[in-house]
């Protein structure tokens, strides 16, 4: 069943991915106390990219979006409004794997296992007109075979179909990671295949209260524009949550050094919060999935340090 429909002239088939600095927001949490959070305040906001998570592919016969297979009734509101945005110039990635573990592993390995579980890959991706997928790998994974998946989603859906990996930013630093592959040499053997890297500084792997964790990811001859650096929007979503005065430092600091700066993405929309609201909890927050609060943290981002690009491909409904 085809969810989504999106033509051959559709504005989200541009292939924007090099343009920067880019705002990336990610999309977990769907529903709170069985109520839909919509995704279309963000048509009044800057941002350039959604990724929707997490698909997770369990055995050979079975893809899902978080708990529920990705076509499940539940799952419509989602795919209406992500049409909506696709149609309004946004593009629209899935994020496969994340903490939940398993995707990978299925990928991994001889060529008969890979073809069985990219067999519903490339169905679930056919289905819903996703413009790309982030490959968040938190499991061990040969290098040859992460290249073998990427390379064949390259040749099935495209060259203007968006290619991004989550890794943690130690790993950009070519330590022990997650993954279980080194990322510098991912990017010297598939470079051009690859559109960026959402890379996470915090849970430990990184920090953006100062430019020093992003500096020495750039000094091992990273490119800056491939760089996208990752906050948690929210104190509980993990440690190293960055508010509001050092973090405004730290971007403007990092347009100054790299004019060619990647951009910045968040984990995640449904609680972000900003203003000098302070670590409010989970039991007081003003609103969890407020659109409002997530487009108040676009609009601060984009008045710290993106207005002179941003505001000139500013999406509108």
């Known amino acids: 069943m085809r969810l989504v429909s999106v033509s051959q002239n559709h504005p989200s088939n541009r292939d924007c991915s090099s343009n920067t600095p880019r705002i990336v927001c ?183 209260k100062t430019t020093t964790d992003y500096d020495k990811i750039i000094s091992r001859g990273w490119p800056a524009n491939k760089i996208v650096a990752g906050l948690v929007t929210n104190p509980a979503n993990c440690t190293g949550w960055v508010k509001d005065k050092p973090l405004k430092k730290t971007l403007e600091a990092l347009k100054r050094k790299y004019p060619d700066f990647g951009g910045v993405m968040g984990w995640e929309y449904f609680n972000s919060m900003v203003r000098g609201l302070g670590a409010i909890s989970l039991s007081l927050s003003p609103c969890f999935g407020s659109p409002g609060i997530f487009q108040d943290h676009i609009e601060l981002l984009l008045h710290f340090l993106f207005s002179s690009y941003i505001m000139k491909a500013k999406i509108t409904t």
Request: hydrophobic share 40%; proline share 3%.
């Open 26 to 208: 990610y999309y977990q949490t769907h529903y709170i106390n069985g109520e839909f959070i919509s995704i279309l305040p963000l048509l009044q906001t800057g941002i350039t990219h959604l990724i929707v998570a997490a698909f997770h592919i369990n055995s050979r016969d079975s893809i899902t979006l978080n708990d529920d297979e990705y076509d499940h009734p539940m799952n419509f509101p989602l795919w209406i409004e992500i049409r909506a945005l696709q149609r309004a110039g946004l593009k629209v990635l899935g994020m496969l794997g994340g903490a939940h573990q398993g995707s990978f592993t299925r990928l991994d390995g001889e060529i008969n296992s890979f073809e069985v579980h990219y067999k519903l890959l490339h169905q679930m991706v056919t289905d819903t007109g996703l413009d790309g997928l982030d490959l968040d790998v938190e499991e061990a994974m040969s290098l040859p075979s992460v290249i073998r998946l990427i390379n064949r989603l390259k040749r099935d859906f495209g060259q203007a179909f968006l290619i991004t990996l989550a890794p943690s930013a130690n790993a950009m630093r070519g330590q022990e990671n997650l993954s279980g592959f080194n990322y510098e040499d991912l990017e010297k053997a598939f470079s051009v295949e690859i559109a960026w890297y959402n890379t996470q500084f915090y849970c430990g792997w990184g920090c953006m």
